[in-house]
């Protein structure tokens, strides 16, 4: 263990799990965002925005996530341009967002989506019935009862984003994965305990992680 | 009810069983290799032999086959212990994987653009250095960029975690480091504009330069700022083989083989063989 008594590789693993906080934060937000929508577009009224949701989340589930990310570098900055920042890491930073946050956004949305479902149709129609607008019973009425149902799988496509983050690394940010390989190619003797205390640290922050939106979902469910 | 039960934990075990025989497996090939070291193991006909497979110039793997100067090496080497080409089973290896591999006997040799350094000497033997690398920059023809001085500023691209890397990180703090975990991307970026210069081993970056698509794009700057010794790693209790590895690459030295297997593949750039220094060969514990 005596790999981390060094400040330097402290520094580093440190900064690490820093960009891997920052990527689940920043990501998880856009993809709740871009998820709802999509779910809002797919049991819409108007077919091109159902086709268009229907589109998003067949090409981004079943696309690498690696794919996207190098897309993101190679596609939206290298060859469009797209620049998000002057800072190198910056720029990476908000590339790997965008492309963590489009792949997850199918996820949340299809998990919203099985959540209208649970709604009884009984409410929908209650909605038109009082004169409720599409939008209206939409977000006043199903949503709510729809995202209070899918907790519990939210909470799993949020695990699985804090771990996809670390292909973040392939386009250059130094997050943990990429730090470990650093701590591992200047300490080739540690090996093992350098991966294990990575592997650990995701382990120990995302158990808890688990059991909070468990409970979660217990205290929220809508008892019907 | 009960017969369901039944199976479901004959089901577990049977699953268990087999991670157990998994693991079980990889510790039975490590005894086995370890036990007579690299001489015995060259005795039964059969080497493996961990090598790059992204590095033109040096191992590059194209489809099944591998080429380059350190596969050339390997198969001096493998020469020299009495395998012949046929009974050399390449491996590809990563910087991460290097000492994993040597101490698990997955492979029994390393010949992968392997600096040696003291971290590593405590868990590996190293024979060599073959040849002395340097790290240097890999820039467009018409760059200004005529050293590590000239990177205010600039991006630079190397991979991540690499010593290279940490060497602009800590050094030549002014240059804005990019990092990619292989040169290819890197090379691309270069291409594209993206980044200024690339920073890797001389050596690495000449056999990128020399690549078909990029003939005449791309300049190798030619002043070294550090010092990168090639080794050839293999068991850490393994000295016999570490000083009878030395002896072969000695002997290849003396007969121009080394010479050959240099001409053959970094040497088509137009570069000279390199001497190789046989008063070097001292790093076996």
Redesign the interface.
Known sequence: MDVFSDPLNRDVYITGFLWILKLTVAGGAGALVLGVLLAAMRVSPVPVLRGFGTAWVNIFRNTPLTLIIFFCYFGLFSTLGLSLADDIDLNNFWLGVIGVAVYTAAFVCEAIRSGINTVPPGQAEAARAIGMTFLQTLTIVILPQAGRAVIAPLGSILIALCKNTTIVGTIGLMESSSAMKQLINENGDNVIPIFLVFAGTFAIVLIPTGYAFGWLANRLAVKR | MRITRLAATLGALTMALAVAACGGDDEGTGSGSSAKGIEGKAASGKLVIGVKADQPGLGLQTGSTYAGFDIEIGKIIAKGLGVPDSGIEWKTTV??N???YIQQGQVDLVVATYTIND??K???NFAGPYYKAGQDLLVPTASTITGPEALAGK?VCSV????P??RIQTDYKDA??????SYS?CV??LA?G?VDAVTTDDIILAGYAAQDQYAGKFKVVGKPFSEEPYGIGLKKDDSAGCNKINDILKAAATDGSYKKAWDDTLGKSGTPAPELDTAALSNCS
């Not at chain 2, 804005?176 to 975990?181: E, R, T, V």
């Open positions: 910087s991460s290097r000492e994993p971290e590593r405590k868990v590996v991006r991540s975690g690499s010593t890397a940490k804005k480091l990019q990092q990619f975990d991307k691309t970026a594209g993206q």
